[in-house]
Nanobody
Framework: QVQLVESGGGLVQAGGSLRLSCATS????????MGWFRQAPGKEREFVSG????????YYTDSVKGRFTLSRDNAKNTVYLQLNSLRPEDTAVYYC?????????????????WGQGTQVTVSS
């Protein structure tokens, strides 16, 4: 029922910025819990950021606090992840996910819908 499409990834030098988008259909992104995950080569998928159904608060893993910002545009049914001050260790495929529950989760297995991912590569 819910479809997610990520975009906005690309190549960027260390210290640069990108804005990732997650376009949703079937439901409003504000009515379900949303999360962003990333997976680097040879590593497990890890939680990056999330927002509960209420949309009141946003949540970030410690390694990205102060650098990444989660936001939404309800009119466009789109959520965004702004990536600032990027580091080489941020290089990964970034995935948008949605969950049919009012609370977000840091566990990938708790999500019901996934996008196809967008590659972020940070050099130097």
């Amino acid at each position: 029922q819910v479809q997610l499409v990520e975009s906005g990834g690309g190549l960027v030098q260390a210290g640069g910025s990108l804005r990732l988008s997650c376009a949703t259909s079937g439901r409003s992104s504000s009515s379900i819990s949303m999360g962003w995950f990333r997976q680097a080569p040879g590593k497990e998928r890890e939680f990056v950021s999330g927002i509960n159904r209420s949309g009141v608060g946003t949540y970030y893993t410690d390694s990205v606090k102060g650098r990444f910002t989660l936001s939404r545009d309800n009119a466009k049914n789109t959520v965004y992840l702004q990536l600032n001050s990027l580091r080489p260790e941020d290089t990964a495929v970034y995935y948008c996910a949605a969950r049919n529950y009012y609370l977000f989760s840091t566990l990938a297995r708790d999500y019901d819908y996934w996008g196809q991912g967008t590659q972020v590569t940070v050099s130097s």
